[in-house]
């Protein structure tokens, strides 16, 4: 295992929709994110609080889904390092010459086959003068518009083996902060794992539903449980989907609202959480049927809680099998 802190954090998300326009309509106007440029099928923004160029690629595609998630390495040499071990251990797939906002990037596959990406050159996003924070700190004024989401947070991802999964990416370095057992055979179906002090930046799901390959969903940070709340107003007035909360996860300690854009992948608003800084804490470990994915608000529906992109129906009795 890698104890060389080779991949530094989550740089973007690519989401894919079947329809890119509306998609982009209700995360620039709804959730507050700020439009940075368009390249062929794609449309890049960014939360005002992002530094790089952007943090969400969305790509027009028959079904909405992921389309990768780009992480940046901790420096050239790690993204060196990071590129060898993904090549000898048989997940790479091999260098692309980069793309809008990044340099050249190491693509590679987890064991449930999502495409991930690393780089280490990046474009900073430089704020026009109309855009200029008088603090030097940050990299736009905050100029609130919809939910006025400030970063990107995590990605989550639905796996057939949540723990060959959460193993693959902590041999690259993440640390494992938290997972959730069945109560009947101790099997791993929930793990949430870090490249830093959070609680996470990747979260691993398991899926029943047959499919493979699926979005669970992607998240943006708020600064505040009330700034969620007064999300939760926004997306009312404006119609979205509120699919859950607002409520409070055990797990990491976060407070939560989920909605889903129109093209239908799931998006969830963030705040509160932990951090740590101790190279020797955890992993936390859950029992289902203590329901760290819901700590205030009760039950999660589970249909819903299985609902991923692509969309993949579950079969009912492998719904009620999840608490087990």
């Known amino acids: 295992m890698s104890r ?5 954090q989550l740089a973007h998300v690519e989401v894919l929709s079947p329809k890119p326009a509306e998609t982009v ?11 940075n440029g368009q390249a062929g099928q794609s449309a890049f923004l960014r939360g005002w609080g992002d530094l790089f ?49 990044h340099g050249p990037a190491y693509r590679f596959r987890n064991p ?52 060959a999964n959460r193993e693959f990416y902590c041999d690259l370095g993440w640390k494992h902060m938290e997972s959730t057992h069945l109560d009947a055979d101790d099997r791993e179906v929930a793990a949430f794992a870090s490249t830093g002090p959070m609680a996470h930046d990747i979260g691993l799901i398991g899926d029943r539903s047959g499919g493979r390959g699926r979005l669970n969903h992607f998240a943006f940070w708020l600064d505040t449980r009330e700034d969620v709340l007064r999300a939760a107003d926004v997306m009312r007035d404006a119609g979205a989907f509120i699919e859950n909360g607002p409520g409070r996860h055990g797990i ?27 190279p020797d804490w955890g992993p936390i470990r859950w029992k289902a049927s203590q329901r760290g994915d819901s700590y205030w608000l009760g039950h999660f529906d589970e249909t819903l809680n299985q609902y991923g992109t692509p969309d993949v129906p579950v079969p009912a009795q492998d719904v009620a099998a999840v608490g087990e």
């Not at 060389?4 to 530094?8: D, E, F, K, P, T």
């Not at 309509?25 to 439009?35: I, K, Q, R, S, T």
């Not at 780009?70 to 050239?76: E, K, L, N, V, Y």
């Not at 407070?255 to 963030?270: A, D, K, M, S």
Request: with cysteine; aromatic share 10%; glycine share 14%.
């Open 252 to 278: 990491g300690e976060a407070f939560f609202l989920y909605v889903r854009e129109p093209g239908g992948n799931r998006i969830e608003l963030f705040s509160g959480g932990y951090q740590v800084f101790a």
């Open 4 to 8: 060389r802190h080779l991949i530094s």
């Open 25 to 35: 309509a209700f995360l620039h106007d709804v959730l507050g994110l700020e439009a």
């Open 112 to 163: 449930e086959g999502h495409v991930n990406e690393v780089f280490w050159d990046v474009e900073w996003f430089e704020a026009d003068a109309a855009q200029r924070s008088p603090l030097p700190n940050r990299p736009q004024k905050f100029q609130p518009r919809g939910a006025a989401v400030r970063r990107i947070d995590h990605v989550t991802v639905f796996c057939n083996d949540v723990a």
């Open 53 to 101: 160029h952007h943090s969400l690629k969305v790509t027009e595609a028959p079904n909405a889904g992921l389309g990768h998630i780009g992480w940046r390495a901790g420096g050239a040499e790690e993204l060196r390092i990071a590129a060898q071990l993904l090549a000898d251990g048989g997940h790479g797939e091999g260098w692309t010459e980069g793309d809008t906002g």
